[in-house]
């Protein structure tokens, strides 16, 4: 049964686009055969994060105004040969597709794919519910600052109100230093506002802007701590109960996280 | 808290942070408008009126606050004119 997973966050700029592309390739080094998707329709970004720019015929409404078919939409990724890309398009605006439109797409997806990530642009509104539309699952992208929280807090709402579930939280962007400083939020703090169960931690990276700039992702690097920590987000996505890295030194931290996964999920 | 803190008058920006983000996130949480919250203190004078006509109907506090269980409560107060 193939698992639609919507990454959202509400606020712009947190990590959606980032994390879509880690998770994609994650999941494929892991053996899983993945799409995934820009629901960003007008403000493409997948794509040239991947690398993937040069190689885009056809997109996503193309696919759904029967231009083509699905299968020449899909580009084949660089590096993993599992994972392939429905770029978004570039020239029209959120209204060009309708709910029932994505939900439609996302069915035909299913049948050639064990996961479907959907990258959703930021706010509330058409391109939003476009995204969610077809998703099992959301996962939330924030970082630890107020605008971030604030409406990550509202989506979750959201998710709810669409019957998309609890979502999870991956907390991104996260500076330790300035944490123990006092002068930035800590995982905890953001869990206890939210209070959603947390997926994964990832720090506040500059090779995560070298590799956007070269179209690479972290996660093939070996020796990213950034990287491994997108991969056991992966793992948990496939069900697997991998301890989170809390990149801070907390131990009440570690406390509640040992115990969201002592059930397993 | 060593005796050192009570020379600290800097908080640090995260704890500020928080505290703004839970007082920030239970009114939007309950998407009370002045308009919603207008007619719901009309309507509520209009019921209490009938039963203790004491109450000082302009005087009817209703306000969004979060218990201490974290959970959001609406609190109305209704002030009883004296005699």
Known sequence: MAKVITVTSGKGGVGKTTSTANLGTALAMLGKKVVVMDADIGLRNLDVVMGLENRIVYDLVDVIEGNCRLRQALIKDKHQPELFLLPAAQTKDKDAVSEEEMVELVEQLREEFEYVLIDSPAGIESGFKNAIAGADEVIIVTTPEVSAVRDADRIIGLCEAHEKGQPRLIVNRLRPKMVRSGEMMSVEDVLQILAVDLIGIIPEDEDVITATNKGEVLVGDKSSRTGKCYLDIARRITGEEVPIDPIEDNPSLLERISGMFRGGR | ?83
């Not at chain 2, 005796?3 to 839970?22: C, H, P, Q, W, Y």
């Not at chain 2, 007619?39 to 006509?53: C, F, G, M, N, T």
């Not at chain 2, 109450?55 to 004119?81: A, C, H, W, Y």
């Open chain 2, 1 to 83: 808290m060593s005796i050192l803190d009570i020379f600290k008058t800097n908080k640090g920006s995260a704890v500020v942070a928080r505290e703004r983000l839970l007082t920030v996130l239970v009114h939007d949480r309950v998407k009370l408008t002045p308009e919603i919250l207008a007619r719901l203190k009309e309507e509520l004078s209009a019921v209490i009126a009938r039963y203790v006509p004491e109450i000082n109907l302009e005087d009817i506090e209703v306000r969004v606050t979060q218990g201490d269980d974290k959970t959001e409560q609406l609190v109305t107060s209704f002030p009883i004119r004296n005699r």
